[in-house]
């Protein structure tokens, strides 16, 4: 009898009366139900049109005895008619909050059998890490062999009590955030938070569970800067707690706590590396690939994608299966046997944090790979765990190896990649000096970046002013500054260093793991002059 097809407008028709409700009804306020009403008889042209709150006895009432008296009707008829509009819109309103609450919530998967079988054959395959990079980039994301990886195992660790984050670096327009967001369509929608603005206060007013477990994805942190101090004690402490003045039922002013819980994962993209220091120390630093080649491999994705020729479903395929792969994966304790004898390289800064960090991330990989490990049981507490083998630790060093070496560098990542630039442009036009204009032509790099550039590069010692070249008649070229390389080895040398600490852990582990496989061997048995001899293995 009440037609809600028109939202604005709804019909209520009985044998003596119709009744037409002006507006709609408010779906907040549930203490009240006040509407304008337009009562007149069938086929009548009286009308009679009135405000009223249903809820009100008394106004209801007035309302009954005016209707009976104006259209010339019962007031019996009128009361009942009233009290089932009033039923018939209480049931609608009741019944769109819950739809509208419906919608609201994420429809969680549910594997079907055999779904849940190929991402468990899948998990158990040989070469997991390196199937699993391929299958990234089916999904669609373009190079960054190593970075799309990295940030893959970290966005896994959400599930883990120790998760990582990551910062991607890069200048503007390189695809920062493209990487982030595809990458981040491989992990389910239940798992995830994207953000683009945040308010100062906004993080504590989640429940106090909903973000545990949780990627949080900040599209561009310069448009979270108010949020960034809550974001690294949620990082570092895993719960954030805030004290509010708060007035109950009763008008009593109360002090309450507002507290949320972690653990999480974030990732954010930046331009500005310098400007959140704090927030990097906390972070996976990954540097977006400006080199020609990914720029190649990008722009001929381009032109396949608008010839039509790039398959979407294969790409959606792809990520489908991943975020099946996500859903198997269930939290597990990771004890990494072999901790103590990775020491990382000296040259690496904030040494204390990156240690932590590289060992949380040999135990995302052994996480991600539980369906390869034995379950093992804690004698004192019964806890399952697994336990990180040391083909897990050598995949572990072969991704962070870039990691590290950016966090051993003394400059910042954007003036490290021009630096790097700079000394191809010298080596192949062999050149030991070079001038600003030279390399703004050629290297096409702004008047403003370039002077940054420089003025980093001179103050930490890798570049330095010389005088200008001599022509034939002993006058200099130029009248502008030249400067100069100092070491175009640095670099090279830093890697050479990093890779042979990384090696030197390896080969003490190894000789270590050999030799506990030796202690604990049973003695060989042997036959000497017809009788059994044990001889113990050394």
Not at 360 to 367: L, N, V
Not at 414 to 431: D, F, I, P, V, W
């Given at each position: 009898m009440l037609d809600t097809t028109n939202p604005h407008h709804y019909h209520y028709t009985t044998k003596y009366l119709q009744i037409q409700v002006l507006g709609g009804i408010k779906m907040n306020n549930l203490e009240r139900m006040r509407v304008t009403l337009s009562i007149q008889k069938p086929k009548h042209t009286m009308v009679l049109r009135h405000s009223i709150d249903l809820y009100n006895d008394n106004m209801v009432e007035k309302l009954v005895r005016k209707t009976a008296e104006r259209l010339e009707i019962g007031t019996t008829i009128v009361r009942e008619t009233l009290q089932n509009l009033t039923s018939a819109l209480e049931q609608y309103r009741i019944d769109q909050l819950a739809k509208e609450q419906e919608e609201g919530q994420l429809q969680i998967k549910v594997l079907s059998s055999k779904e849940k079988q190929e991402a468990i054959k899948f998990l158990k395959s040989k070469d997991l890490l390196k199937k699993t990079n391929e299958l990234i980039g089916q999904s669609g994301v373009i190079g960054e062999e190593t970075n799309r990886l990295l940030m893959y195992l970290i966005f896994t660790s959400r599930k883990t009590n120790n998760p990582l984050h990551c910062i991607s670096l890069g200048s503007s327009g390189v695809g920062k955030t493209h990487l982030q967001s595809k990458v981040a369509e491989l992990i389910p929608e239940e798992d995830k938070i994207e953000i683009t603005v945040l308010s100062a206060n906004a993080f504590y007013y989640f429940n106090r569970t909903e973000l545990r477990n949780k990627l949080i994805l900040i599209e561009d942190l310069d448009g979270a800067e108010s949020v960034l101090y809550p974001l690294r004690e949620l990082q570092s402490k895993r719960r954030i707690t805030k004290t509010v003045v708060h007035k109950d039922t009763k008008g009593t002013t109360k002090t309450i706590h507002l507290t949320v819980e972690g653990p999480v994962s974030v990732s954010g993209c930046t331009t500005q590396e310098s400007i959140y220091e704090d927030n990097s120390n906390r972070n996976f630093l990954l540097f977006i690939d400006e080199s020609q080649e990914q720029d190649k491999k990008v722009m001929h994705y381009q032109r396949l994608l608008s010839a039509g020729k790039v398959n979407k479903d294969d790409?959606?395929?792809?990520?489908?299966?991943?975020?099946?792969?996500?859903?198997?994966?269930?939290?597990?304790?990771?004890?990494?046997?072999?901790?103590?004898?990775?020491?990382?390289?000296?040259?690496?800064?904030?040494?204390?944090?990156?240690?932590?960090?590289?060992?949380?991330?040999?135990?995302?990989?052994?996480?991600?790979?539980?369906?390869?490990?034995?379950?093992?049981?804690?004698?004192?507490?019964?806890?399952?765990?697994?336990?990180?083998?040391?083909?897990?630790?050598?995949?572990?060093?072969?991704?962070?190896?870039?990691?590290?070496?950016?966090?051993?560098?003394?400059?910042?990542?954007?003036?490290?990649?021009?630096?790097?630039?700079?000394?191809?442009?010298?080596?192949?036009?062999?050149?030991?000096?070079?001038?600003?204009?030279?390399?703004?032509?050629?290297?096409?790099?702004?008047?403003?970046?370039?002077?940054?550039?420089?003025?980093?590069?001179?103050?930490?010692?890798?570049?330095?002013?010389?005088?200008?070249?001599?022509?034939?008649?002993?006058?200099?070229?130029?009248?502008?500054?030249?400067?100069?390389v100092i070491d175009l080895q640095e670099y090279d040398e830093l890697k050479d260093q990093i890779g042979k600490a990384l090696q030197k852990c390896m080969t003490q582990i190894q000789l270590t793991n050999q030799a506990s496989k030796l202690a604990s061997s049973p003695p060989s048995r042997h036959t000497q002059n017809g009788e059994n001899k044990n001889k113990k293995m050394s």
């Open positions: 790409e959606f395929t792809a990520a489908r299966f991943l975020r099946d792969v996500q859903r198997v994966l269930k939290p597990i304790r990771v004890i990494n046997p072999y901790a103590e004898f990775l020491e990382l390289p000296q040259s690496v800064f904030k040494p204390r944090r990156t240690n932590s960090h590289y060992l949380q991330f040999i135990e995302a990989i052994t996480f991600y790979k539980q369906l390869q490990r034995k379950p093992k049981y804690d004698e004192q507490t019964g806890e399952e765990y697994i336990e990180t083998t040391i083909e897990d630790i050598q995949e572990a060093n072969e991704i962070i190896k870039e990691v590290l070496l950016r966090k051993s560098d003394t400059i910042t990542g954007a003036s490290r990649n021009h630096l790097e630039k700079l000394k191809a442009y010298l080596k192949k036009n062999t050149q030991t000096t070079f001038t600003n204009a030279e390399i703004r032509r050629n290297l096409r790099v702004k008047e403003t970046t370039l002077r940054r550039y420089n003025k980093q590069l001179l103050e930490e010692g890798y570049i330095k002013r010389v005088n200008p070249p001599a022509g034939r008649a002993g006058k200099a070229k130029t009248k502008s500054y030249c400067f100069e």
